[in-house]
């Protein structure tokens, strides 16, 4: 069965500054991988998600990750972060043939003006 | 732009009382899916729901659970006698396909057990 760890609990930063949150997965071969992001009152929204093709994926709100099979990773990433960026992000991991998503259990992204 | 819509946002009950919560998945989408979030926890996956029936299900998706599509729009999760445990936020999801798709999120129902 596959896994998802996020490292971190809660991540600060200031506003402008770059971000990169940890994902690494555990699956016996290349799985799906995604990032949410949950808003305060919100419901969880799909940034990006691969499938398959080129490693880094580029998604909504400037935001990027880059699969790095060596390293089981899904790290997402953005160059400035906005004060509106402050969320839950949640990374997740689905296995082929059966989309399910399994949840990690979610970075708290804390931005300083 | 359609998205999966659940009622109610929020829903309170006692102890051992039955609580249906309610989803709209969006038209055209064929998968439904029913995922928790305890509070301060991961979200787990509870039971997904395809063609009028349960296609998997999670160990936590017990007998106290079920769901239902009683309609052509409507797709329910019903909690039978609810216990303290159950208090969660609750996500309806759905997609068009089962493979290589994404899932949509509803904004969730938050379960208040007391």
């Known amino acids: 069965a596959q896994s998802v760890t996020q490292p971190d609990i809660h991540i600060t930063v200031s506003e402008g500054a770059s971000l990169e949150l940890r994902c690494n997965y555990s699956?016996?071969?290349?799985?799906?991988l995604f990032w949410y992001v949950q808003s305060p009152g919100q419901g969880l929204q799909l940034l990006l998600k691969?499938?398959?093709?080129?490693?880094l994926v580029q998604g909504i709100k400037g935001f990027e990750a880059e699969f790095k099979r060596s390293q089981s990773s899904f790290n997402l990433r953005k160059p400035s972060v906005h004060w509106s960026d402050a969320a839950e992000y949640f990374c997740?991991?689905?296995?082929?043939?059966?989309?399910?998503?399994?949840f990690g259990r979610g970075t708290s992204l804390i931005v300083h003006p | 732009e359609p998205e999966v819509t659940q009622t109610p946002s929020h829903q309170v009950t006692q102890m051992g009382q039955e609580v249906i919560l309610r989803c709209v998945p969006i038209s055209n989408h064929l998968y439904f899916y029913w995922y928790r979030q305890i509070l301060g926890q991961k979200v787990e996956f509870l039971v997904s729901?395809?063609?009028?029936?349960?296609?998997?299900k999670s160990e936590i998706f017990d007998d106290q659970f079920s769901v239902e599509r009683p309609d052509g729009s409507n797709f329910t999760l019903k909690i039978r006698s609810t216990k303290l445990e159950d208090s969660a936020m609750y996500f309806c999801?759905?997609?068009?396909?089962?493979?290589?798709?994404?899932?949509?999120f509803g904004q969730g129902t938050r379960l208040t057990v007391v």
């Open positions: 999801a759905s997609s068009e396909d089962r493979k290589n798709t994404e899932a949509f």
């Open positions: 997740a991991v689905g296995a082929r043939g059966s989309y399910i998503p399994t």
């Open positions: 729901f395809y063609n009028n029936e349960i296609s998997e």
């Open positions: 691969y499938f398959s093709g080129d490693t």
């Open positions: 699956y016996g071969a290349t799985p799906y």
